[in-house]
């Protein structure tokens, strides 16, 4: 494990993203809240969260961050949901793990919760988007232009 003792706490903010890909009619299904399991999108939403909150139980070598703050944003698009988490913390290391581990849960979760209609499901993209606080910021847009 990294030692952080000597980092001060600082304000920290990650957020990362994903998507799982399906088919049309399983996101007809979703939007008319018609799946067998359930409500795929809040379900997904809680299981995200509660995952950044055990992230350092799931990883190994991960620190303990005292979470301020893990929000999940899911959007219905054409062909797919995309996935958006961003998590808070004021802490010695990076948050980064914790927005990544919120966006894979998710997306695991509505696999979970609609595969029964749609096995051709597909989780793809999962990646940081931006991190502030620390020694650095940065920022996917920016090192992508």
């Known amino acids: 494990m990294v030692d952080v003792a000597e980092k001060p706490p600082t304000d920290r ?3 990362a993203s994903g998507a799982i890909y399906m088919r049309p009619e399983t996101l007809d299904a ?5 799946t067998p399991k359930g409500d795929p999108l809040e379900t997904a939403r809680l299981a995200g969260i509660l995952a950044a909150k055990q992230t350092d ?17 899911l959007t219905l698009a054409a062909d797919h949901i995309a996935i958006t988490a961003t998590a808070r913390a004021r802490a010695s290391t990076g948050v980064e793990m914790e927005a990544l581990t ?19 499901m597909r989780i793809t ?20 232009a």
């Open 13 to 15: 903010t990650a957020v």
């Open 57 to 73: 139980r799931l990883i190994p070598l991960c620190h303990t961050l005292p979470l301020a703050h893990v929000g999940v944003e």
């Open 30 to 34: 979703i939007r008319a809240r018609s």
């Open 102 to 120: 919120a966006v894979s849960v998710a997306a695991l979760t509505l696999f979970d919760m609609c595969k029964a209609i749609d096995r051709t």
């Open 125 to 144: 993209d999962i990646q940081v988007r931006s991190k502030t606080g620390g020694q650095s910021d940065w920022n996917a847009s920016a090192a992508e």
